[in-house]
């Protein structure tokens, strides 16, 4: 079956533009979330959702960044005036639940270089 | 403040021996560990669990110890194969986020020598 998948998988853009990153978790998974992982760094969380409402956004790191899912499967991570600093590996996971069932699927993640 | 730390970047062994990874944590209020391995261009695959009301569990080649009093978790494989090179996180969930949100540890590059 189809895992998580994200597109794209590599992003350059430049610093100041906006990027729109997507996320297609596996199907009938209700909770997603999306990590980052900078260079040297561990996986750090942004954002939880649970259906199309995001309960936990916690780990959002600025108000430049924000995320939508939409009918409850896609979700997209928008990076607004991006900073050399947001370059990152970003990972989108899925797991049946967000309150039970705790083993998350991960995507390949997208790899995002601002020059 | 990293709340949970793997202190070895890198890890080399022979084939056929013994890996050891390690991992601290400093919450107490940690629920489940996990640890996950990752290939070059791939996302984290999930690889063994343990509960916090537990000290041991094993899954073949590998078996995770949890050492409360110390903070400290442990992934043993036994024997280690070339195809066990991978980075390797483990990870923490926090009783009171009310969510499975994750902490990572920032991983281990174990590298199994043929």
């Known amino acids: 079956g189809a895992g998580v998948s994200q597109s794209p998988s590599n992003k350059v853009t430049e610093k100041g533009k906006d990027v729109e990153l997507r996320c297609d978790p596996i199907?009938?998974?209700?909770?997603l979330y999306w990590y980052r992982q900078s260079l040297g760094q561990g996986l750090e969380f942004l954002i939880y959702?649970?259906?199309?409402?995001?309960?936990?956004k916690s780990g959002l790191p600025s108000d430049r960044f924000s995320a939508e899912r939409t009918g409850g499967s896609v979700s997209t991570l928008t990076i607004q005036r991006t900073q050399q600093e947001d370059s990152a590996v970003y990972l989108c996971?899925?797991?049946?639940?967000?309150?039970?069932?705790?083993?998350?699927?991960f995507g390949p993640g997208t790899r995002l270089t601002v020059t | 403040d990293q709340q949970v730390k793997q202190n070895s970047p890198s890890l080399s062994v022979q084939e056929g021996r013994i890996s050891i990874l390690n991992c601290d944590y400093t919450n107490s209020m940690f629920d489940y560990f996990l640890w996950y391995k990752k290939y070059p261009a791939e996302g984290p695959t999930f690889l063994i669990s343990?509960?916090?009301?537990?000290d041991k569990n094993e899954d073949g080649r590998f078996t995770v110890f949890l050492n409360k009093s110390a903070k400290h978790l442990s992934l043993h494989i036994v024997p280690s194969q070339p195809g066990d090179s991978a980075v390797y996180f483990c990870a923490a969930i926090p009783s009171t986020s009310g969510t499975y949100k994750y902490i990572f540890g920032t991983g281990t590059r174990l590298k199994v020598l043929a």
């Open positions: 996971a899925s797991s049946l639940s967000g309150t039970s069932g705790y083993e998350q699927y």
């Open positions: 959702f649970q259906g199309n409402s995001a309960p936990d």
């Open positions: 343990i509960s916090s009301i537990k």
């Open positions: 199907s009938g998974h209700t909770a």
